[in-house]
T-cell receptor, first 115, second 116 residues
């Protein structure tokens, strides 16, 4: 079982729709959860982080965390063609010690928003 | 805020030469910086974790004598690829983590290395 799993996609949604991206993780001790967006040929860009159960909203983006189910998701409302990218879920498995907050990444979900 | 720069953005070098890549946190102090490598259509691969004033911690399988990391200040880390070979051609990305917070990392724009 991979430490962080994402459906690689591609996920295709029409412009204006809600895109739903999902991620599961294996370590119950995981503390912080991140969503990054990566355009082709570019480096990842932080979209949101969440560390408490429930929802966290920022503009068109909502992150949802359910620690009991070891599940984190990202919803993108009113999807735009410019949202087309690879979305990376990342987890900090434990704080402090020698981990120094290392991120463990999923393999990424390719999202395509078509006009 | 939270801007990380990398220099150079692109470099082409001949096999056997060394290349230095700089990573700077421009508007915050970074206690920890990370170096990643990414091959086309592949996920990010963590190479090493760099803490200011101490030796870097390398991931399994990464040659520390080939990929030299120095983190001399809270705003600068460097990665030197020594005796580069064509198989070292890749996209190298650094990230920086601030002094507090939930361990979010901010990524630099990356350096595309081509070894001929």
């Amino acid at each position: 079982q991979k430490e962080v799993e994402q459906n690689s996609g591609p996920l295709s949604v029409p412009e204006g729709a809600i895109a739903s991206l999902n991620c599961t993780y294996s370590d119950r001790g995981s503390q912080s959860f991140f969503w990054y967006r990566q355009y082709s040929g570019k480096s990842p860009e932080l979209i949101m982080f969440i560390y408490s159960n429930g929802d966290k909203e920022d503009g068109r983006f909502t992150a949802q965390l359910n620690k009991a189910s070891q599940y984190v998701s990202l919803l993108i409302r009113d999807s735009q063609p410019s949202d087309s990218a690879t979305y990376l879920c990342a987890v900090v498995r434990k704080a402090g010690g020698t981990s120094y907050g290392k991120l463990t990444f999923g393999q990424g979900t390719i999202l395509t928003v078509h006009p | 805020g939270a801007v990380v720069s990398q220099h150079p953005s692109r470099v082409i070098c001949k096999s056997g030469t060394s290349v230095k890549i700089e990573c700077r946190s421009l508007d915050f102090q970074a206690t920890t910086m990370f170096w990643y490598r990414q091959f086309p259509k592949k996920s990010l691969m963590l190479m090493a974790t760099s803490n200011e004033g101490s030796k870097a911690t390398y991931e399994q399988g990464v040659e520390k004598d080939k990929f030299l990391i120095n983190h001399a200040s809270l705003t600068l880390s460097t990665l030197t690829v020594t005796s580069a070979h064509p198989e070292d051609s890749s996209f190298y990305i650094c990230s920086a983590r601030g002094l507090g917070g939930p361990y979010e990392q901010y990524f630099g724009p990356g350096t595309r290395l081509t070894v001929t």
